[in-house]
């Protein structure tokens, strides 16, 4: 059976006010990589509609709470978690960006980021969130050749695999890491789906296979009240949080 992901205005709505929280999130829905990319991918940028999504993502915050965005180095990631900015921004939020780096170019605009506005909102790139899992990048890079849907797929159901970090215990790293690095109401984590997978294994024992994979926009959601338990929920930016291949 399917677990479902809980829509992200649904989760926005009936949050604890007293609570801060943390979103561990997949890039927007980006351009095709194909097998010839030497690079894996790296190069590859968002689409037009991946940046509506992320857009429309980022109106549904709550307007009330500051807020501190993280990505993978990688630049679609990074226009992801700007673009999410942004739609805070035209869904009526006033406030002073944060972060510990420089302005990242708003999303709607066609300039570099070193001619970027002072006012856009500034996003920390964190290298740890571009190879979180990777414990040998030869072997990262030769289970990507022969498959990496497969090759992830192996290692979530053994814990184990030559390439990546303990499953388990590197995912409770990674929430000890997002929680260390922000303390604000709203902390966002932009990432790929090779280290939220495995995330919502560990934390919400989802199954995934080659052919039932989790969607663009979508991850999970750590509510961190004043007093009580950490509450763990997965959440989507879209119609599904599922990619479903034949």
């Not at 080659?210 to 989507?236: H, R």
Request: glycine share 8%; aromatic share 12%; net charge negative.
């Amino acid at each position: 059976m399917i677990a479902d992901f809980l829509p992200a205005s649904e989760f926005f709505a009936q949050i604890d006010w007293n609570s801060r929280i943390y979103l561990l999130l997949r890039h927007a829905e980006r351009n095709h990589i194909t097998p010839q990319d030497k690079d894996f991918g790296a190069h590859v940028g968002l689409t037009d509609r991946g940046r509506r999504q992320a857009v429309a993502l980022g109106r549904v915050f709550p307007a009330i709470g500051d807020a501190v965005y993280f990505s993978s180095p990688v630049g679609r990631c990074i226009e992801t978690a700007e673009c999410v900015a942004e739609g805070r921004k035209l869904a009526g939020y006033v406030g002073h960006a944060t972060g510990t780096t420089g302005s990242i170019t708003p999303c709607s605009a066609n300039v570099s980021s070193e001619s970027a506005n002072s006012n856009a909102t500034k996003v920390t790139p964190l290298d740890a969130l571009g190879d979180f899992f990777v414990q040998n990048r030869d072997a990262y890079e030769q289970t990507l050749r022969e498959g990496f849907y497969e090759g992830i797929c192996k290692w979530l159901e053994s814990g184990t695999h030559d390439a990546f970090c303990p499953l388990h215990e590197r995912a409770e790293q990674m929430r000890e890491m997002m929680f260390e690095k922000a303390s604000s109401r709203f902390n966002v984590f932009v990432t790929h789906d090779a280290w939220i997978v495995p995330c919502l294994s560990h934390f919400c024992n989802m199954k995934f296979t080659p052919k039932c994979w989790m969607n663009f926009l979508t991850g999970l959601a750590f509510e961190l009240p004043e007093k009580g338990d950490v509450k763990v929920t997965p959440i989507t930016a879209m119609e599904t949080g599922w990619l479903l291949f034949r």
